[in-house]
């Protein structure tokens, strides 16, 4: 996913997210896109471990806007900076969902319920995952992670079974759509550019995925998980009393 021809690939295949929206005086919004995610904690929650870090997402964040310019790639806020541990529900689904009036008061009961169950994962030290390097998506950038053994990536796996093979979760609509691809997002691309411009992107990006790869390899350690609303790319929040997993 981060190799050099892997980015000229993916760059011949990247599209417009519908996440974002020209703005004719801020450059690109986020579009309302609601719903629901286990992600680990918003930066000025998180482990100090992860600061350092964090910053470094941040400056590779600033060099990608630099290279693709604002007409293309649309940050998400670096507040929001996460790594989604278990996709809930969102958009069509969610505004489905929330006809029913006790259906957020039901999913935030039953993930405290599921969060409690998996207290046998909890072995009271964070899951490390190393950075591999940026990793290009159809529809967004981000830096890609991987679990360090098997035995980091087996208690995530546990994790995301006691969420999607729970029954009363099932009930409310919520059900696993995707595999556990572990990134952080920087932005998503608001347009697509040129061809040509699209060529010359591919070297800037094996380049700017340099410090990621030739220094000594970064750590993110996921010290838990939190239930977090949304409203839309750049606005994730929860209330002090929904459900919280430390690992």
Known sequence: M??????????QNIQESPKFEPHPDQGFVPTNFPGYSIITPSKEDESPENQALYDLLE???TQLV??????????????????????????SAY???????????QLQTQIADIFQACQPISEG????LQVLGLMLMPRSIG???????????????????AIYQNHPLMG??????????????LGYFGSVPSLEKRVQLSDRITQLNQPWVAETP?????????????????HYYREGDWATFEF
């Open 172 to 185: 409310l609509g919520i059900e696993q759509q995707y595999y556990f691809t572990p990134h952080i997002t």
């Open 218 to 234: 970064q750590v993110f350690k996921v010290h838990r998980a939190e239930l977090y609303k949304f409203d839309h790319m750049s």
């Open 125 to 128: 030290k964070p899951i490390p």
């Open 143 to 161: 830096v890609c992670l991987a679990p360090i053994d098997e035995v980091s990536y087996g208690r995530i796996l546990k994790f995301r079974r």
């Open 2 to 11: 981060t190799l050099p021809d892997a980015y000229r690939t993916q760059l």
């Open 59 to 61: 400056k590779s964040q």
């Open 66 to 91: 630099n290279e693709f310019g604002a007409a293309v790639f649309a940050p998400v806020a670096p507040a929001t900076f996460h790594l989604t541990l278990a996709d809930l529900i969102w958009d």
């Open 95 to 105: 505004r489905h969902a929330k006809k029913d009036p006790a259906f957020e008061a």
